[in-house]
C-alpha cells in the first residue's frame, strides 16, 4: 500500500501564493506519476497539475497554467504544487495522486481514474 500526506493548505488572499506538498510512503516502488486534482463545493475533481516520474513532463489544466508550478523530489518521495496569483476560484480541497509505472502516454496524466493512490485532500481558501 501506498500513503499520500499533504500539507500547507489554508487561507490566502486573492494574489497570494502558497505551497502544497505531498509525501508518499509504503511501498512507493521506483517509478511513479504524480498529481493535483482539487474538488470546489458542488463540484467534480478536476485535473490541476502532473508530472512524470523523472519530473522532465508536466502538465496543467489550462485554468492554472503560468501560476502554478509542479515538481518533485525523489529522494524525498514529495511532489510540490507551488500556486501564484491565486484567485477565489481556485478554493477547494487539493488532492494528491499517485500512479505506478514507467512512462506514459500524455493524455492519461489528465484522469483521475488512472491514479492508483489518493491522499486524504488539504483544504486551500482564497479570500477575495
Known amino acids: 500500500q501506498v500513503q499520500l500526506v499533504e500539507s500547507g493548505g489554508g487561507t490566502a488572499q486573492a494574489g497570494d501564493s502558497l505551497r502544497l506538498s505531498c509525501t508518499a510512503s509504503?511501498?512507493?516502488?521506483?517509478?511513479?506519476?504524480l498529481a493535483w486534482f482539487r474538488q470546489a463545493p458542488g463540484r467534480e475533481r478536476d485535473f490541476v497539475a502532473a508530472?512524470?516520474?523523472?519530473?522532465?513532463?508536466?502538465y496543467y489544466a489550462d485554468s492554472v497554467k503560468g501560476r502554478f508550478t509542479i515538481s518533485r523530489n525523489n529522494a524525498l518521495d514529495t511532489v510540490y504544487l507551488d500556486m501564484n496569483s491565486l484567485s477565489p476560484e481556485d478554493t477547494a480541497v487539493y488532492y494528491c495522486?499517485?500512479?505506478?509505472?514507467?512512462?506514459?502516454?500524455?493524455?492519461?496524466?489528465?484522469?483521475?481514474?488512472?491514479?492508483?493512490?489518493w491522499g486524504l485532500g488539504i483544504q486551500v481558501t482564497v479570500a477575495s
Open positions: 508530472v512524470n516520474f523523472r519530473g522532465e513532463i508536466t
Open positions: 495522486a499517485y500512479r505506478v509505472g514507467a512512462e506514459a502516454h500524455g493524455h492519461y496524466y489528465y484522469r483521475s481514474g488512472w491514479y492508483d493512490h
Open positions: 509504503g511501498r512507493t516502488g521506483i517509478h511513479y506519476a
